[in-house]
């Protein structure tokens, strides 16, 4: 991998934007069971921004995994399979319904480690996102890039979750993955083509979104305090498949929430901290 090649990407940047339709927020809602005002004004839900201004690939550029071919604004790291791997978002201001949402995104750094299961290589990215010219959030992605092994083979056995003060259990149905993959344009066939993800990437199931957990935790701390925080931070551990129901667990932590997802007795996949 020639890493002073992947680096030259670092200051690249990209601006996207898009109208918060109230048609979209009511299909972020339907698809986490949640009820809402979608009127002009009204405040939209909490990570709806991921969902806004996807990249939109034509479908003849997608690669076999059906993501976009390497390149473009992410750099072209040469390995087959890439995760979010963890983030932090710092809330400034609240997104309405009908403003105009822009992100204007930022490779911060590009870093290759060695891991237990082989070479791992970081993206770091930087997002701003307005609504109307309101500076709303602060987002850093960190974006893994890993070999073809099964991500968690070579790792030790890692011990069950504790159960979290409030806890929750989440089916993760095939409609509610594909509805999320919907939502936000991805065409990653992990997430809904259970015979490929089965026969091409030997996984047990089809893969939970990272995003998507992250904005069930911070749906889940925002319903404990009773307001959005003003920062969540996360990263994912392990994966979670379909073939098992996972829970949300979060238990107070000073001012704020520790929180994670956790199959109902498996070990924690995705950590994160919350405050106010």
């Known amino acids: 991998m020639d890493i ?114 082989g070479t791992l290589c970081f993206v770091t990215v930087l997002h701003e996102i307005d609504s109307d010219g309101r500076s709303v959030l602060t987002e850093r992605q960190d974006i893994v890039y890993r070999g073809a092994d099964t991500p968690g083979a070579a790792d030790k056995v890692l011990p069950p979750a504790p159960h979290g003060a409030h806890r929750v259990q989440v089916d993760p149905s095939a409609a509610l993955l594909f509805r999320y993959s919907a939502l936000t344009f991805n065409g ?49 551990l392990s994966p979670l498949f379909d073939d098992a129901d996972f829970t949300l667990n979060a238990t107070e932590e000073g001012a704020g929430l520790r929180l994670w997802t956790a199959y109902v007795d498996g070990p924690v996949a995705m950590e994160a901290t919350a405050t106010w």
């Open 4 to 117: 002073d090649h992947l680096r030259r990407w670092i200051g690249r940047t990209e601006t996207q934007s898009e109208w918060v339709t109230p048609s979209l927020v009511q299909r972020f809602n339907a698809t986490f069971d949640r009820e809402g005002d979608t009127s002009p004004g009204s405040a939209a839900p909490l990570l709806v921004h991921l969902c806004l201004a996807p990249p939109a690939a034509p479908t003849s550029q997608l690669g076999p995994d059906g993501h976009p071919a390497r390149g473009g604004f992410l750099p072209p790291v040469p390995l087959p399979r890439r995760m979010w791997a963890g983030g932090a978002f710092a809330f400034h201001g609240v997104i309405r319904v009908g403003e105009t949402v822009t992100r204007r995104s930022l490779i911060k750094d590009v870093v290759v480690k060695e891991g237990r299961s």
């Open 188 to 236: 990653h066939r992990i997430h809904y083509d259970a015979p490929y993800v089965r026969g091409e990437e030997g996984y047990p199931g089809l893969i939970v979104h990272g995003p998507m957990q992250a904005t069930m935790l911070a749906q889940f701390a925002e319903t404990i305090k009773g307001a959005p925080p003003a920062q969540f931070d996360f990263r994912s």
